[in-house]
């Protein structure tokens, strides 16, 4: 009997005793193939031979140092590779131990930010519906999913949720994307206006949306809309990257393809491959300028922030990203996925959209195409799926039933960036039989 509390009390999982590459092999010694990096986290697959070299190195040499004493050499230098890798305007770093305390950090620096610059009427934060932030109070609070907050009211903060964008549900037919993304700022606008146009602090999204959506990107000028919105009423911009950023999208930030930067951008899966628990908030010159000039402290800090075997982890998996044949890699097994799944799904009745970018892929399911209906929730088709898949040996991410309030279900595919082709061919003959 297991000891472990699982978050489905009484469900029963195979014990995963070893991973190498794109493997998991578990008690019984079958194998699965990491379809989804478990939850877009494995970027290198499992067991990668220099990162975990680079892990015993740092062990040898300093395992952990309190960062309210030291900073140290491995996180200073992780620290550097995330600057030059990010856009220009994205010049500090801010680390910690994973995604929701990433969300949770730029929301604090936001309030913090206005409250150095003498407005500190500036609380609410506005987020997107059908959203996923993460899993501590203020992450759960900015998060569109309504289900998942209303157990924890009455102390959550208030957030507030508009349409996230997602062309293929609420595109209207005739409807360009251009003015697709427009409907959606004077949304937002609208939003802001009722809220106060002088109370609203930061506008929470992620560039592709993974969880709870099943990577959907948005249009091509909706984030620059956005970033206009926020401009207007000296809104910050929070991108969460942390399931979608570190090369998963073809781009080492998804935020690239948008063309546009924002104040600040959380990062954490990917960022250390599985390998140690870590991420990060990148943040602007404005925002670094306030504390320094300000108060002179930014109020937060977690005993693990920065641990140096996980920034030796995480410096080393960047500096693999950073080889050209890692991405092109992602490119390259990218269009296949997607070419595989059109070719094996694309006629299916009840595959209503395959979409996605890179090595992030997420096919939709419906009970008709014509109309998008959904699944019943009741049928719970995310739930099946994802169990006739490990049956198959295919670990994907399949999501839905209901969230906030709406239907639908989704599989969602995010694979190592070392994948070949005939893995790839596996993977969407799996996925396929299983749906
Ligand atoms: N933000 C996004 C976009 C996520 O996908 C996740 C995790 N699924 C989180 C935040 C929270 O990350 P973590 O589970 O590492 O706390």
Not at 17 to 28: L, Q
Not at 209 to 233: E, H, S
Not at 275 to 285: K, T
Not at 398 to 421: E, K, S
Request: glycine share 12%; hydrophobic share 40%.
């Amino acid at each position: 009997m297991s000891r472990i509390l699982h978050r489905t009390i009484g469900i029963g999982l195979p014990t995963a005793v070893a991973g190498e590459g794109i493997y998991i092999t578990d008690r019984e010694g079958r194998s699965y193939i990491d379809g989804s990096g478990g939850a877009a986290v494995s970027c290198l697959g499992h067991n990668h031979r220099e990162v975990l070299e680079a892990m015993k190195a740092q062990m040898g040499r300093i395992s952990y140092a309190h960062t309210s004493f030291f900073t140290t050499d491995v996180a200073e230098r992780l620290a550097e590779q995330l600057v030059e890798l990010a856009p220009k305007g994205l010049d500090y770093v801010y680390l910690v131990s994973g995604g929701s305390e990433a969300v949770e950090a730029a929301l604090k620096m936001a309030r913090q930010y206005f409250v150095e610059i003498g407005q500190p009427q500036r609380r609410h934060i506005i987020a997107r519906r059908q959203s996923y932030h993460g899993n501590t109070i203020g992450a759960l609070a900015t998060g569109g999913n309504a289900w998942r907050r209303a157990q924890f009211k009455p102390i959550l903060p208030e957030t507030h949720h508009v349409s996230p964008c997602y062309a293929y549900r609420d595109m209207q037919v005739g409807e360009t994307p251009e003015a697709y993304a427009e409907r959606l700022a004077v949304e937002l606008e609208a939003k802001i206006v009722e809220l106060g146009v002088d109370k609203v602090m930061a506008f929470v999204a992620e560039p592709v949306v993974g969880a709870t959506l099943g990577a959907v990107g948005p249009v091509a000028d909706y984030f620059k809309r956005v970033r206009q919105v926020c401009d207007k009423y000296g809104i910050l911009l929070i991108l969460d990257e942390v399931m979608c950023g570190m090369g998963r999208t073809g781009t080492i930030f998804a935020l690239q393809q948008e063309g546009i930067v924002p104040e600040l951008v959380t990062i954490a899966k990917g960022l250390g491959g599985g390998f140690q628990p870590i991420g990060a908030v990148l943040l602007s010159e404005k925002i670094y300028r306030a504390f320094a000039d300000g108060s002179g402290l930014f109020q937060h800090g977690h005993t693990y922030i920065g641990h140096p075997i996980a920034a030796a982890a995480a410096s080393k998996v960047v500096e693999i990203l950073q080889r050209p044949e890692t991405m092109s890699n992602v490119a390259k097994m990218g269009e296949r996925l997607q070419a595989g799944l059109d070719a094996a799904l694309g006629q299916s009745p009840y595959v209503g959209d395959i979409r996605g970018r890179g090595l992030f892929r997420g096919v939709e399911l419906v009970v008709d195409k014509e109309t998008k209906q959904p699944f019943d929730p009741s049928r719970k088709l995310h739930s099946r799926i994802k169990r006739e898949s490990m049956q198959r040996g295919l670990m994907c991410y399949p999501m839905g039933g209901t969230i906030d309030g709406i239907n639908g279900d989704h599989v969602l595919l995010a694979p190592p960036y070392i994948i070949q082709p005939e893995q790839i061919d596996l993977i969407v003959e799996r996925l396929a039989a299983a749906i």
